[in-house]
C-alpha cells in the first residue's frame, strides 16, 4: 500500500516542492500519493529523503519547502512546534522532496 503525506496547507508549485516530517517514519520511503485540496489524492509520486536534525537544516534545504510560511528556519521552526507539540530543533526530521 502507498502511504499517503497529509499537508496541513496543501499549496504546492509547479516542479521540485519540499515537506519536513518529524521523525524518521518518511526517510527512505520510495514513493507517496499526496492529499490535495478537498481530501483529493495525487496519484503515486517519488520521494528522495534525507534524514537529519532540526538544527541542521539549512535555507537550502528549504528553498522548495511547498508552504510559503516555511521557506525560513524561522517560520519552519514556528510550524513545526504548531504541528507536533513539544517539537524541539534538536530532533530528527525527514526532508522529503517530490515533483508536482
Same mark, same amino acid.
Given at each position: 500500500?502507498?502511504?499517503?503525506?497529509?499537508?496541513?496547507?496543501?499549496?504546492?508549485?509547479?516542479?521540485?516542492?519540499?515537506?519536513?516530517?518529524?521523525? #524518521?517514519?518518511?526517510?527512505?520511503?520510495? %514513493?507517496?500519493? $499526496?492529499?490535495?485540496?478537498?481530501? !483529493?489524492?495525487?496519484?503515486?509520486? &517519488?520521494?528522495?529523503?534525507?534524514?537529519?536534525?532540526?538544527?541542521?537544516?539549512?535555507?537550502?534545504?528549504?528553498?522548495?519547502?511547498? #508552504?510559503?510560511?516555511?521557506?525560513?528556519? %524561522?517560520?519552519? $521552526?514556528?510550524?513545526?512546534?504548531? !504541528?507536533?507539540?513539544?517539537?524541539? &530543533?534538536?530532533?530528527?526530521?525527514?526532508?522529503?522532496?517530490?515533483?508536482?
Amino acid at each position: 500500500m502507498i502511504p499517503i503525506l497529509e499537508f496541513d496547507t496543501p499549496t504546492f508549485h509547479p516542479g521540485r516542492n519540499t515537506t519536513i516530517r518529524r521523525g #524518521d517514519r518518511w526517510h527512505s520511503v520510495p %514513493e507517496a500519493r $499526496l492529499r490535495l485540496r478537498d481530501g !483529493i489524492l495525487s496519484p503515486p509520486m &517519488p520521494l528522495e529523503t534525507a534524514l537529519k536534525k532540526f538544527s541542521a537544516l539549512s535555507e537550502s534545504d528549504i528553498r522548495f519547502e511547498h #508552504d510559503p510560511k516555511c521557506r525560513t528556519l %524561522e517560520g519552519l $521552526l514556528h510550524e513545526m512546534q504548531r !504541528i507536533y507539540p513539544g517539537f524541539d &530543533p534538536e530532533e530528527d526530521i525527514t526532508v522529503c522532496h517530490f515533483n508536482f
